[in-house]
């Protein structure tokens, strides 16, 4: 999004970088066309004064409150508290990104508290007054850092939104995206019984996903899962323990092959690579990573031990769409298939989540629903909506979505403000 625009520098960097849309405004300004263009061509082809500098940092806390608890075997969550990030860069466009960190650890070590400190004492500091070529430039930057992916996910895909909307991009193409629309799917949190668990699987089918996803854990899984299978014999079905088994439950899980699962995600601890091949040598039905992939060389051990044969790919959990990309081309050379993953995330995480699901690779549905799934307001306007059982990139510039800011002021508290001095 434009804001504001004052310089003729500003004016030239613009010209440019919206290659050669020019503006009433900017050809009867100072500068002569004849001179733009020669600015322009020296722009793409040598990608001389395309960095971005960041003047503005602006960080919220956001608590948005869920239609419904949704439950895992980690635990409940009834709010889902995020960080919202916004750069703005020396051109007056504005980047947002989400840092996906719940209230307390339970999913990964990251905590929404933890990761607003990270931002504000030690990251943002350094990004504001900072220049960027590109998106990557901030992982190199801040690559000494250890872990904080979600925290650093935040200002990647800031930077990512900036960078496409300046080549006047959809996000999705900038990061190399070739489809229009991702395949949509939906989790389901665990239900008091195999009938409450049914009725949420036929209203999901109903509206439209083709994949659906069932959380589990000890006491909540073969009955749960054996009544959505006779219900619906031709579904594509999987289940996510969150980690809730250890390897001395193989026999008990191996009991799932019976019911022809697209995929048993996490079934053991993060950690436990080793144990999650040992099991996959006993089950038919594909494990899948989720909590366990945090880096690249997590996607690599995974490969080397035969820990599964899928990734659950989430933009926060492996630090921001650089990241993500990454391993993305990874798993496609190492012929491990490939889905996008999704934190009850708000309409920014989502749009930066679908943008991701549009690359080769990924070859599975994704955890990609509509905003409503989640939240009868969404932060964003118009809120992204399933098309029969697809979800539709935006086909604006940069992410592609509008914050709705009078809903926005309703949920989010502002915990700081950087500017450049
Ligand atoms: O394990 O994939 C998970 C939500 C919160 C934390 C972890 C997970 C999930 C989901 C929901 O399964 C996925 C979504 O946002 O659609
Ligand atoms: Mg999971």
């Known amino acids: 999004m434009l804001v504001y625009d004052s310089g003729i520098a500003q004016l030239v960097e613009h010209l440019t970088v919206n290659q050669g849309v020019v503006s009433s405004s900017l050809t009867t300004g100072v500068v002569g066309g004849y001179h733009l ?19 503005q940092a602006r960080l919220w806390a956001l608590k948005m409150p869920l239609l419904h608890p949704f439950a895992s075997s980690e635990g409940t969550v009834a709010t889902k508290d995020a960080l919202l990030l916004e750069l703005t860069d020396q051109s007056g466009w504005r980047g947002f990104g989400e840092c996906s960190a719940f209230a307390t650890p339970f999913y990964t070590a990251e905590f929404q508290a933890g990761a607003a400190a990270f931002l504000q004492h030690l990251v943002l500091p350094r990004v504001v007054g900072h220049g960027y070529h590109h998106p990557d430039d901030f992982d190199q930057q801040v690559a000494n850092w250890q872990g904080n992916q979600m925290a650093k996910a935040a200002v990647n895909c800031a930077l990512w939104d900036l960078y496409a909307q300046r080549q006047n991009q959809p996000l999705a193409k900038a990061l190399g995206g070739e489809r229009a629309a991702a395949e949509a799917g939906i989790s389901l949190g665990i239900q008091a019984s195999p009938a409450a668990l049914v009725e949420k699987v036929a209203q999901a089918v109903a509206a439209g996903y083709r994949r659906v996803k069932v959380k589990i854990k000890p006491g909540h899984d073969l009955a749960d899962l054996r009544a ?10 999987m289940a996510d ?20 699962l697209t995929m048993l995600e996490q079934p053991l601890a993060p950690g436990d690579l080793i144990e999650h091949a040992a099991l996959q040598a006993q089950l038919q039905t594909p494990l899948c990573l989720d909590e366990s992939i945090t880096t690249l060389a997590d996607a690599q051990a995974m490969v080397q031990l035969q820990a599964g044969k899928v990734i659950n790919l989430k933009v926060a959990r492996v630090g921001g769409l650089s990241a993500a990309k990454q ?15 999704g934190m009850l ?5 989502r749009a930066a989540s679908l943008a991701l699901a549009t690359l080769p690779g990924i070859t599975l549905p994704n955890d990609l629903s509509a905003s409503t799934r989640f939240y009868a307001t969404d932060i964003i306007d118009p809120p992204l909506t399933l098309q029969g059982s697809q979800m539709l990139v935006p086909a604006a510039a940069g992410l592609g979505v509008e914050i709705n800011w009078p809903y926005f002021a309703q949920v989010a508290t502002l915990l700081g403000d950087f500017t450049m001095n």
């Open 37 to 55: 263009s020669v600015v322009s061509f020296f722009v793409f082809r040598k990608g001389f004064g395309m960095e971005l500098q960041i003047v």
């Open 228 to 237: 959505v299978r006779a219900a619906f014999p031709t579904l594509m079905l």
């Open 241 to 260: 323990a969150n980690s809730a088994y250890q390897l001395t439950d193989a026999a008990h899980l191996r009991q799932l092959d019976e019911l022809k």
């Open 327 to 341: 391993i993305l081309a990874f798993a496609q050379q190492a012929q491990l298939d490939c889905w996008v993953g």
């Open 345 to 349: 995330d708000s309409g920014v995480a």
